[in-house]
Structures are given as structure tokens and as C-alpha cells.
């Protein structure tokens, strides 16, 4: 794992100016590779890449990048890890290359030499993202992997291209003077994260996942998808496996066992996330049942709190029989975290199980640089508890014509304010789902924190559902599940783990992601993967082989942290000020009358919890982040090494 950025100039004639920009953008992502940094050049070009490094396979400096081709045509900056170059370079050994290094890097730009960038993506397997420019043809290609693991930022402003890992690259650039989207805030508003193709900013934007973008002076940008998620979903519903459970439960033990084992290949120390789910608890038993010494594990807890499932990861660590770490968070811990998210998240961001997932990334990296994760399960195994209550609602509501149901709806909307804070909540929820007059109508609902974010933005959001997109998937659950592999699983759960693991150095792999364990999903009937309510059918059949099943068969919790708690206890200081009507008013971006409201109802024992943290999590951004005049431009004289065209 590493930072990449670059700027492709070809009118910019000095290269004095070219090295410091590229170095200033490339210096605003130190803390994602620790071990080393460089630019690359091609003045004549116009071209910089820009690379920090974190030495997970051969950590010698021959493994440094950026790195040309053999041939010296193609140069490469990448981040990510392909865990197929064992048998990528043997084949391209075979046919005649030779290598200096035992680095995935060299594969991958040795195989881009000898097949082409397009072939050779579509035989990766891995987390990828990557810069590559072909100075025969004066051409730029930015390439971005399966799911959207790592991130991939880019711009183009008249002839001038830059890229980065990460927004505070491009917004380092001395020329970047980005200005709030408010389209992509009224998303953010409504859903707590910005999904792809925006970012919060105007003009920039995220390559989205599966994706090959090449960029050519005088023309159009090119997108070619190498994977569509949606594609290779229909395809395994046209090819089914007609398995029994057990034998599905036996063919996906062999499939995990392999991937995992091939994902812990590393350099450096290695361990796993454990929550204690069903998830993170298969794959740290495939990584024991692959280790012949104990692997470590970490996990967090919250001190009275019912989202503390650290005793489950400690009685699932206790059976698999790994070298278990866990921290209890304390009042000191969330003071000391919350200012260091907006560097953390670059953007606007509000899953509030961002602050355990930097915690346990941070007592993760005390002793290894590498991570297994249980990210992914949810969506292609049905795990989410909103897939069953979603399809029960929409069974219950089908029989009724939609004036009942709204007449309904104002009823149940009237008696929720007369229930305790969590019972009011839910109800109000059922009301608004009640209203709605179309199955993926009642799904966006589930989903969203505000609902109609946009009016909240003052400067004339779009008023388009950002989660309203065709599907060609059909049933309730499957289609579900993929607008959530399309949307919140790479714009909220991946970018939640990549910016938590990467602030503090730490590669996170992701082996539910691999490419074959979603087809193998997809290929089992619908009711194999949920049945009667209860999600991840093969999955918990998978993990009773290795941990009594009484160690993971209780009600589902996820990764939170108990945020509401916190806004009226140990946040409710630093929330206050920032939510305050006159400092909003002042601002002149949102409404400040519905967020003063949330907090008073919040304070009075509604729960309000998720509207709150995404309006905080935009003003603490806002604070930090000053979009009219980027920070970084102090950085353009930082001295790194320069490797020559």
C-alpha cells in the first residue's frame, strides 16, 4: 500500500515549478507510505509521478517506485497489492521477461509492457490503484480495481491532468483552487458520504471502481469498464451451482482457505481485525487455520456501551487460539480522535463507525503493517439486518393502496412522539417508509440520514436521489445488495477502512473482495445466501467448523460506537459549538433551522444521532479544510528524491 499523485502538464515548461508541484502533492500523502518517497519526470512531457511507499513485498530500495519497464516506455505509480503476481511472473518469465525484483510492482508493469494495460488488468487479482504513462504514445492511463478498495482522485482543467490517492494531493497543487459542489454535498447530506462519481469539490472527481480512464492531449477522456459487479452478478445467476448447503458450506471453506491464504503474503508482520462478527471471525480462522503459530488479533471495546462486542472477539480469539490485542475506549480516546478526522477523511464523511475503525487501525499498527479485514460480507452475503426488515415492510405494505397506507403513515407519525427516544425513532422511520409508493423508493429511504439532504444546501443542490439508478438484477434482496455493492460499499465501507488503516501506515486487505468469492456468491440461489430473516447463510455454516456455534449466533450489532451517547456527554462541548445557528447562518452553505432542531430533539432524548454527525462531520471539515485556499502550497519546496526520466 503507498500514496501515488501526478500532474501531466504538457504547456508547463519549467521544470523547476513541474518537480515542486508534483513533490507538494506527493509530500500531502506522507502518512500512507512511511518508508519512502520520490518523483518521477519527464519535462519534455510535461509529466510528474509522484510515489510514498509502504514496503509490504520485497522492501528493498530496488523495489522503489516510480518504476519503468524494462523497455523504458511505460513508468508506474501504484498503490495496492496484486496477490496473483507469483503466477503472473512466471508466465511472463516464460515468455522471455526478466526481472531484478521479487516486487508485484515490476509484475505489473512488465505485464502492462508485454499485453497491454486492458489485458493485463483483467488478469489481476488484487486491491489496486495506479498511474501509468506510455511516453511512446504520450499517453496517461489511471486505472482503479474490482470493488473500489483503494481510492483514485483525478482532475482536468484545460490541458492539465492531476491525480492522487487521496483530495489533499490534488488540493496541495499550488494551481488547485477547489470550490464546494453543492450537488455533492446535498448527497453527502443525505446519505453521510459522497458516492462516485463526485467528491465534495467541483471539477474533481473519483475514478470509479472497475474502471480504465485514458487520458491523451487534445481528447476526449476514455472510460472502459474492465469488471461491472452487476455483469458478473447476472452472469452467476445464469450459471448457478445447484449446491446443497452443505456442500456450498464445503466448496466456500476451500475458496476462503485459498484466498486468504494467498492475501497473507507479506513482507512484514501481519494480523487481523476482529470484531467478533461473523465476517472478521471467518477470516482471522482461515488465517489461523493457514498460520502454524498464533496470528494477532485486534479488536475494540466500549465500557457499558451495548455495541461493546469485544467479549465476542475474546471468546472467538480464545477458541481460534490467536495472540489477542484489544483496547477499551475512554472519554480521553474520543476527545483526542474526533479533531483528526477531517485529515483523516479528506472529505466529508459520517459512518460514525469511523472512530473504532481508526482506533483499532491505530492499536493494530503498534505491532504489524498488514491487516485482514471482514469488509464485504454484508453485501454479497445478504448480511445487512435492512435486507430482511426492507423486504418484511414491503411484503406487509404491497396488499394496501397507497392512500391507506399514507393515511397510516400520518397516524403512526403522530404516536411516535409519544414513545422513548429508540421505540420513537423507528416508528417515525416505519411512518415515512409507510408513504412510499415503490419497493427501491422504501430501500433509498432505509438508507438515507437526512432525508431530502439537498434542502438543507442553500446554494441550489440537485434534487436527483443519488442512490436512483437502474438495476437489471431482480428480487428485493439481490437488487439490494448490489445497489449496496455499487454505492455504500465503496464510497462509505471501503473509504471508512482505507483512510482509517492508511492514516496511521497500515495496509488493510479486504479477502471477501476477491473477485472469485463474489461470483461464487452470486452463484448460489438467493435463498441459500438469506432465508427466514437471517443473512450469510454459507458464511455461518463456514465458521461453525472452526468456533462453537454459540460464539457467533446472537443478533447482529456492526462496528459502531455509540455516538448518540457521546453528542450529549463527552461531545456535546465541541458539537455544540460547531452546530451552533449563528456560525451556520454565517457560513451562508446550510439551513441552520432543521440542524438547530435536531440537536435540541437530540438532546431531549430523540435520537438524532445520524443527522447530527453528518452535519458535524461537514462543519468539522469545513473548519479544517479552507476550499477556497488550499493548504499544502508551504510543502512545494520539500526536497525528495528525483528519479530521472
Given at each position: 500500500?503507498?500514496?501515488?499523485?501526478?500532474i501531466?502538464?504538457p504547456?508547463?515548461?519549467w521544470v523547476a515549478?513541474?518537480?515542486?508541484?508534483?513533490?507538494?502533492?506527493?509530500?500531502?500523502l506522507?502518512?500512507?507510505?512511511?518508508d519512502?518517497e520520490a518523483v518521477w519526470?519527464?519535462p519534455a512531457a510535461g509529466i510528474?509521478l509522484g510515489?510514498?511507499?509502504l514496503a509490504?513485498?520485497?522492501?528493498?530500495p530496488?523495489?522503489?517506485?516510480?518504476?519503468?519497464?524494462a523497455?523504458?516506455r511505460?513508468?508506474l505509480?501504484y498503490n495496492?497489492e496484486?496477490?496473483n503476481f507469483a503466477?503472473?511472473?512466471?508466465?511472463l518469465t516464460?515468455?522471455?521477461?526478466?526481472f531484478?525484483?521479487?516486487?508485484?510492482?515490476?509484475?505489473l508493469?512488465?505485464?502492462?509492457?508485454?499485453?497491454?494495460?486492458a489485458?493485463?488488468?483483467?488478469?489481476?487479482?488484487g486491491?489496486f490503484?495506479f498511474?501509468l504513462w506510455?511516453a511512446s504514445e504520450r499517453?496517461?492511463t489511471?486505472?482503479?480495481?474490482h470493488?473500489?478498495?483503494?481510492?483514485l482522485?483525478w482532475?482536468?482543467?484545460g490541458?492539465?491532468?492531476?491525480f492522487g490517492?487521496?483530495?489533499?494531493a490534488?488540493r496541495a497543487d499550488?494551481?488547485?483552487?477547489?470550490?464546494i459542489?453543492?450537488a455533492?454535498?446535498?448527497?453527502y447530506?443525505?446519505?453521510?458520504?459522497v458516492?462516485?462519481?463526485?467528491?465534495i469539490?467541483r471539477g474533481i472527481?473519483?475514478l470509479p471502481?472497475g474502471?480504465?480512464?485514458t487520458?491523451?492531449?487534445?481528447?476526449?477522456?476514455?472510460f472502459?469498464?474492465?469488471?461491472?459487479?452487476?455483469a458478473?452478478?447476472l452472469?452467476g445467476?445464469?450459471?448457478?451451482m445447484?449446491l446443497d448447503d452443505?456442500a456450498?458450506a464445503?466448496?466456500?471453506?476451500y475458496?476462503?482457505?485459498?484466498?486468504?491464504?494467498?492475501q497473507?503474503?507479506?513482507d512484514?508482520?501481519?494480523g487481523?481485525l476482529?470484531?467478533?462478527?461473523?465476517?472478521?471471525s471467518t477470516?482471522?480462522?482461515?488465517m489461523?487455520?493457514?498460520s502454524?503459530r498464533?496470528i494477532?488479533s485486534f479488536?475494540i471495546?466500549f465500557?457499558h456501551s451495548?455495541?461493546d462486542?469485544s467479549?465476542?472477539?475474546?471468546?472467538?480469539a480464545g477458541?481460534?487460539g490467536?495472540a489477542?490485542?484489544e483496547?477499551?475506549?475512554?472519554?480521553?480516546?474520543?476527545?483526542?480522535?474526533?479533531p483528526s478526522l477531517?485529515?483523516?477523511?479528506d472529505?466529508p464523511?459520517?459512518?460514525?463507525?469511523?472512530?473504532?475503525?481508526?482506533?483499532?487501525?491505530?492499536?493494530?499498527?503498534?505491532?504489524?503493517?498488514v491487516?485482514?479485514?471482514g469488509?464485504g460480507?454484508?453485501?454479497?452475503?445478504?448480511?445487512?439486518?435492512?435486507?430482511s426488515?426492507?423486504?418484511r415492510?414491503?411484503?406487509?405494505?404491497a396488499?394496501?393502496p397507497l392512500p391507506?397506507?399514507?393515511a397510516?403513515?400520518?397516524?403512526?407519525?403522530?404516536?411516535?412522539?409519544?414513545?422513548?427516544?429508540r421505540?420513537g425513532?423507528l416508528?417515525a422511520k416505519a411512518?415515512?417508509?409507510?408513504?412510499?409508493?415503490s419497493?427501491d423508493?422504501?430501500?433509498r429511504?432505509?438508507?438515507?440520514?437526512w432525508?431530502h439532504?439537498?434542502?438543507l444546501v442553500?446554494?441550489g443542490?440537485?434534487p436527483?436521489?443519488?442512490l436512483d439508478?437502474?438495476l437489471?438484477i431482480?428480487?428485493?434482496?439481490p437488487r439490494?445488495?448490489m445497489?449496496d455493492t455499487?454505492?455504500?460499499?465503496p464510497d462509505?465501507?471501503?473509504t471508512k477502512?482505507?483512510?482509517a488503516?492508511m492514516?496511521?501506515?497500515?495496509?488493510a486487505?479486504?479477502?471477501?473482495?476477491d473477485?472469485?468469492?463474489?461470483?461464487f456468491?452470486w452463484?448460489l440461489?438467493p435463498?441459500?445466501r438469506?432465508?427466514h430473516?437471517r443473512?450469510k447463510?454459507?458464511l455461518?455454516?463456514?465458521?461453525e467448523?472452526y468456533v462453537p456455534r454459540?460464539?457467533f449466533?446472537r443478533?447482529k450489532?456492526g462496528f459502531?460506537a455509540?455516538?448518540?451517547?457521546?453528542?450529549?456527554?463527552?461531545?456535546?462541548?465541541?458539537?455544540?459549538d460547531?452546530?451552533s445557528?449563528?456560525?451556520?447562518e454565517a457560513a451562508g452553505i446550510l439551513d441552520p433551522?432543521?440542524?438547530?432542531?435536531?440537536?435540541?430533539?437530540?438532546?431531549?432524548?430523540?435520537?438524532r444521532?445520524?443527522r447530527?454527525?453528518t452535519?458535524l462531520?461537514f462543519e468539522?471539515?469545513?473548519?479544517r479544510?479552507d476550499?477556497?485556499?488550499p493548504?499544502?502550497?508551504?510543502m512545494?519546496?520539500?526536497?525528495m528524491p528525483l528519479?530521472?526520466?
Open positions: 500500500m503507498c500514496g501515488i499523485a501526478g501531466w502538464d504547456d508547463l515548461g515549478e513541474l518537480r515542486a508541484r508534483a513533490a507538494a502533492m506527493t509530500t500531502a506522507a502518512h500512507r507510505g512511511p519512502g519526470l519527464d510528474a510515489h510514498r511507499r509490504i513485498i520485497d522492501v528493498s530496488e523495489a522503489s517506485q516510480p518504476m519503468r519497464s523497455d523504458g511505460l513508468t505509480t495496492g496484486i496477490y503466477e503472473l511472473r512466471a508466465e516464460a515468455a522471455g521477461r526478466r531484478r525484483t521479487s516486487s508485484d510492482t515490476e509484475v508493469v512488465e505485464a502492462c509492457a508485454a499485453w497491454g494495460v489485458a493485463a488488468v483483467r488478469r489481476l487479482i486491491i490503484a498511474a506510455d499517453r496517461l489511471l486505472v482503479r480495481d470493488f473500489g478498495v483503494k481510492p482522485y482532475s482536468r482543467r490541458s492539465q491532468v492531476l490517492s487521496e483530495l489533499k490534488l499550488a494551481g488547485c483552487r477547489p470550490e459542489d453543492p455533492a454535498l446535498g448527497d447530506l443525505t446519505l453521510g458520504y458516492p462516485a462519481p463526485r467528491t469539490y472527481s473519483k471502481p474502471t480504465i480512464l487520458l491523451s492531449r487534445g481528447e476526449t477522456p476514455r472502459d469498464r474492465y469488471w461491472d459487479a452487476e458478473e452478478a452472469a445467476m445464469a450459471d448457478p445447484r452443505a456450498a464445503e466448496a466456500l471453506d475458496l476462503l482457505r485459498d484466498v486468504v491464504r494467498a497473507m503474503v507479506s512484514v508482520p501481519i487481523a476482529l470484531s467478533g462478527g461473523i465476517d472478521s477470516v482471522t480462522a482461515c489461523q487455520a493457514a502454524p498464533p494477532r479488536t471495546g465500557e451495548e455495541l462486542e467479549r465476542h472477539a475474546r471468546a472467538v477458541a481460534l490467536t489477542h490485542t483496547l477499551v475506549v475512554e472519554r480521553r480516546h474520543v476527545l483526542d480522535l474526533v477531517p485529515d483523516a477523511y472529505e464523511f459520517a459512518d460514525g463507525s469511523q472512530l473504532p475503525t481508526m482506533l483499532v487501525s491505530a492499536l493494530a499498527r503498534r505491532d504489524v503493517t491487516v485482514l479485514s469488509d460480507g454484508d453485501e454479497l452475503f445478504g448480511g445487512y439486518l435492512r435486507y426488515w426492507g423486504d415492510i414491503r411484503r406487509m405494505l396488499p394496501l391507506l397506507r399514507c397510516a403513515a400520518s397516524a403512526v407519525r403522530a404516536g411516535s412522539a409519544l414513545l422513548p427516544a421505540p425513532a416508528a411512518a415515512e417508509i409507510m408513504a412510499l409508493d419497493p423508493r422504501i430501500y429511504r432505509l438508507l438515507e440520514q432525508p439532504g439537498w434542502d442553500r446554494q443542490a440537485d436527483r436521489h443519488p439508478r437502474p437489471r431482480a428480487g428485493f434482496i439490494m445488495q445497489l455499487l454505492t455504500y460499499l462509505d465501507i471501503l477502512v482505507d483512510r488503516s492514516h496511521y501506515g497500515l495496509e486487505r479486504v479477502p471477501l473482495l473477485p472469485r468469492v463474489f461470483r456468491a452463484r440461489a435463498k441459500q438469506v432465508r430473516g443473512g447463510l454459507p455461518r455454516r463456514v465458521l467448523r454459540a460464539l449466533e443478533p450489532q459502531g455509540p455516538i448518540g451517547a457521546w453528542l450529549r456527554g463527552p461531545l456535546r462541548e465541541w458539537a455544540g460547531l452546530l445557528p449563528a456560525r451556520i433551522v432543521p440542524i438547530a432542531a435536531a440537536w435540541q430533539e437530540h438532546q431531549a432524548g430523540r435520537d444521532q445520524y447530527l454527525w452535519v462531520m468539522a471539515w469545513r473548519d479544510w476550499y477556497s485556499q493548504r499544502a502550497a508551504a512545494a519546496n520539500h526536497e528519479v530521472p526520466a
